[in-house]
């Protein structure tokens, strides 16, 4: 089947915007996680569902940052007021549950202007 | 600091030639995962290592877990340019295994034909 996909692909937002970023896990995946990769780094995780229930949101950086999986399948990141810093690759990842192999989308390369 | 520390950070060999990319934790790994990535893409999984002294094997690539649980090899074995990328390593390192990966920086491999 189709795995994880992510748009858009590439996005140039201007400081001060708001972006939303969409994932499409594995049908059936019950777990959903967001990273934020930076330039030349490993990536770091921001936060967690599983099903609609967002468990751990420790490493949302800022209260700037919001994710949301309504319906317990695609989820947004949202990320208002964009700062320069914000500029990364976001990966999605889903897993069948929470400590199961996780399988990446493409990302979405967020440049900040 | 790095949580997980990969070695070295950047590696060019000679098609052919075997070569060795370590990580290490100064924590228990609860499941480490190796992951390959090119430029721009996603994350590809390759292997999950869960118990001390296990050894996995995929087509000319072995990534062994030590008895102790705080580092992992992986070996190339016969490089190919097929191999080139950004290896990474990704660990649970919560005893409670909540799922929620960090990751080493990453070696960039590059494979001379």
């Known amino acids: 089947g189709a795995g994880v996909s992510q748009s858009p692909r590439y996005k140039v937002a201007k400081r001060g915007q708001d972006v939303a970023l969409r994932c499409d896990p594995i049908s059936g995946h019950v777990s959903l996680f967001w990273y934020q990769q930076a330039l030349g780094q490993g990536p770091e995780f921001l936060t967690y569902?599983?099903?609609?229930?967002?468990?751990?949101k420790s490493g949302l950086p800022s209260d700037r940052f919001f994710a949301e999986r309504p319906e317990g399948s695609v989820s947004t990141l949202k990320i208002q007021r964009t700062q320069q810093e914000d500029s990364a690759v976001y990966l999605c990842?889903?897993?069948?549950?929470?400590?199961?192999?996780?399988?990446f989308g493409p990302g979405t390369r967020l440049t900040v202007l | 600091s790095q949580e997980l520390e990969q070695s070295p950070q950047s590696l060019i060999v000679q098609e052919g030639k075997n070569l060795t990319i370590n990580c290490t934790s100064s924590?228990?790994?609860?499941?480490l995962y190796w992951y390959k990535q090119k430029y721009g893409e996603g994350l590809i999984f390759l292997m999950m290592?869960?118990?001390?002294?296990e050894e996995k094997s995929h087509e000319k690539i072995t990534a062994k877990l030590d008895e102790k649980k705080q580092q992992s090899s992986l070996h190339i074995t016969a490089s190919q340019p097929s191999h080139a990328g950004i290896y990474l390593c990704g660990a649970d390192t919560s005893s409670g295994n909540t799922g929620k990966l960090i990751f080493g920086q990453g070696t960039t491999l590059q494979v001379k034909p």
């Open positions: 990842a889903s897993s069948p549950g929470q400590t199961d192999t996780q399988y």
């Open positions: 569902f599983q099903n609609e229930a967002q468990l751990d």
């Open positions: 924590k228990t790994l609860y499941g």
């Open positions: 290592l869960q118990k001390g002294g």
